[in-house]
C-alpha cells in the first residue's frame, strides 16, 4: 500500500492553458446559471471557476416543456439555450462573477459562424474573463441544421471564428459532443483552428417515452442526457483524446459526483473536471468535490492533481511519480 501524505501538503492548484484555477473542480455550463445561485452554498471564488450557461447574441426562452425527467442514473434535459442574451450578461452577470473574485469561464454560443464570431469579439475584451468555453452542440442555422460539433471541419470553422477575435491570453476551450464516430478527428481540427484546450464533453442525445401517453416526455421530444449513466463515456472520450494529443489541455465533464470520480477522469488525461448534474441535489458539489480530491490524491501519495494526468495510460508495470514521504518506502 502507498503511504499517505498529509492533505495539507496537497497543492490542488492547476494551470490550463496558461491561466491558473485553485482547484481542478469548476462548474459545467447550463448548471449553476452565472454563479448566483450557488452562493449561499459556497465560496464561488474557492473553486476551480464558474463555467456559465452558454449565452447566445439575442435573449431565447428554451425549448417547450416539459424539460427534464429523471432516467436511470441520470437526466435527459430539453432546457434549450434559455439565456438573457449577451448585453444583459455582460452588463451583470459577468461583473457579478468578477466582484466575488470567481474566475468565470464564459460558455458561449451560436446558431451561426457569424454570431460566434461576435460572441467572441465581445467576451474577449470584457474585464476577468478567466476562458472562453465554446459550446458547439448547436444547429448550423446555415447548414441545413447541422450540428457543429458531429462535424470536424464546421467545428474548426465554429472555433476559428471565435479564436480570431479573442485576444491571446484568453484560452478559448472548445466543448465536444459525444454524438460522433470519431471524436478524435474533431478533437483534432479544434486544436488546428486555435483550440486551447478541449472540455469533454457535452450531454448525449437520449429519449424517454411517458407510460400513460406513450409519447416522448419531453417537450421538445428528445434531449441531452446526463449524471453517472454517462460517466463511463465521457472518460472514454477524455481517454481516447489524451492517448491521441496528450498535450492537449483536456477538462473532463459527465457524471462526476465524488472525489474519486474526479481522479478517474485525471488518470484518463484530463488536467481539470466540471460538475453539473450533480449540483442539481448537491449545490455544494464543487466544492466538496475539490475536498473530496484533495483526500484521494493524499490517500495514494500524490501531492499535485498534475502528478495523476493520464497515469492510466501508463503500463501496470510503469512506475508512477510520487513524491515519498520522509520516513516512508513506496
Ligand atoms: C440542465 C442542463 C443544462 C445544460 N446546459 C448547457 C449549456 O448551456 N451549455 C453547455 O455547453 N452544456 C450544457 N449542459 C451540459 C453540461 O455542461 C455537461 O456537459 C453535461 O451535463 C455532462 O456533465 P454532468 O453529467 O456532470 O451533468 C447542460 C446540462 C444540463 C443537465
Excluded at 86 to 94: G, P, R, W
Excluded at 196 to 213: F, H, W
Excluded at 245 to 254: A, E, L, S, Y
Aim: charged share 15%.
Amino acid at each position: 500500500m502507498t503511504p499517505a501524505v498529509d492533505e495539507a501538503a496537497v497543492d490542488l492548484g492547476v494551470e490550463i492553458a496558461g491561466t491558473t484555477f485553485p482547484t481542478p473542480v469548476m462548474t459545467a455550463s447550463g448548471c449553476a446559471a452565472a454563479g448566483r445561485e450557488l452562493a449561499p452554498f459556497l465560496d464561488v471564488a474557492r473553486i476551480g471557476a464558474v463555467v456559465t450557461k452558454s449565452v447566445l447574441l439575442d435573449p431565447r426562452s428554451g425549448r417547450a416543456t416539459p424539460r427534464m425527467v429523471e432516467t436511470p442514473s441520470g437526466m435527459l434535459n430539453s432546457i434549450g439555450l434559455q439565456g438573457p442574451g449577451i448585453d444583459a450578461f455582460l452588463a451583470t452577470d459577468l461583473p457579478w462573477l468578477v466582484q466575488r473574485g470567481a474566475r468565470a469561464v464564459v460558455s458561449i454560443a451560436g446558431g451561426s459562424l457569424g454570431e460566434y464570431a461576435e460572441l467572441g469579439r465581445r467576451v474577449g475584451v470584457a474585464p476577468g474573463v478567466a476562458a472562453i468555453e465554446v459550446n458547439i452542440s448547436c444547429p448550423n442555422v446555415e447548414d441545413r441544421g447541422l450540428v457543429f460539433a458531429c462535424d470536424p471541419s464546421q467545428a474548426a470553422r465554429a472555433v476559428a471564428a471565435v479564436r480570431r477575435g479573442v485576444p491571446r491570453d484568453v484560452p478559448v476551450l472548445a466543448k465536444l459532443s459525444p454524438d460522433v464516430t470519431d471524436i478524435v478527428a474533431v478533437a483534432d481540427a479544434v486544436v488546428e483552428a486555435g483550440a486551447s484546450g478541449l472540455s469533454l464533453v457535452n450531454t448525449t442525445l437520449g429519449l424517454a417515452i411517458d407510460p400513460e401517453t406513450l409519447r416522448p416526455v419531453l417537450g421538445g421530444g428528445t434531449g441531452g442526457l446526463s449524471g453517472p449513466a454517462i460517466r463511463p463515456l465521457a472518460l472514454r472520450c477524455v481517454w481516447q483524446v489524451h492517448a491521441a494529443m496528450p498535450t492537449v489541455p483536456i477538462i473532463g465533464v459527465g457524471g462526476i459526483r465524488t472525489g474519486f470520480d474526479a481522479l478517474e477522469f485525471l488518470a484518463a488525461g484530463a488536467s481539470a473536471v466540471q460538475v453539473g448534474t450533480v449540483t442539481f441535489h448537491d449545490p455544494s458539489a464543487p466544492a466538496r468535490v475539490g475536498e473530496e480530491l484533495r483526500g484521494e490524491l493524499a490517500v495514494r501519495g500524490f501531492t499535485s492533481p498534475g502528478q495523476v494526468v493520464g497515469v492510466a495510460h501508463r503500463s501496470a508495470q510503469a512506475p508512477i511519480d510520487r513524491p515519498v514521504p520522509q520516513g516512508a518506502t513506496l
